[in-house]
């Protein structure tokens, strides 16, 4: 960073909201909620894959349903 121009300097190194929050403890929150669902058994199924399973299952069709990407976009 610092061989960039004004990369010296600590107040021009901020972090972005994409890679910290999406990218980073959103996506932890995100999964551990996920998680969390799944042992609560609030999805279909016997195991934690099946369940992991039904709930993208879920989720992709809601996405189609409602013309939402299923990925993270900038």
């Not at 990369?7 to 910290?20: Q, W």
């Amino acid at each position: 960073m610092r061989s960039i121009p004004g990369g010296e300097l600590a107040s021009s190194c901020r972090p972005d909201l994409l890679h910290v929050f999406n990218l980073g403890s959103g996506a932890d929150l995100a999964a551990g909620g996920l998680i969390a669902m799944v042992r609560m058994k609030m999805f279909q199924g016997r195991s934690i894959p099946v369940r992991l399973d039904y709930a993208l299952e879920k989720f992709t069709g809601w996405c189609g349903e409602n013309r939402q990407s299923t990925s993270i976009q900038s």
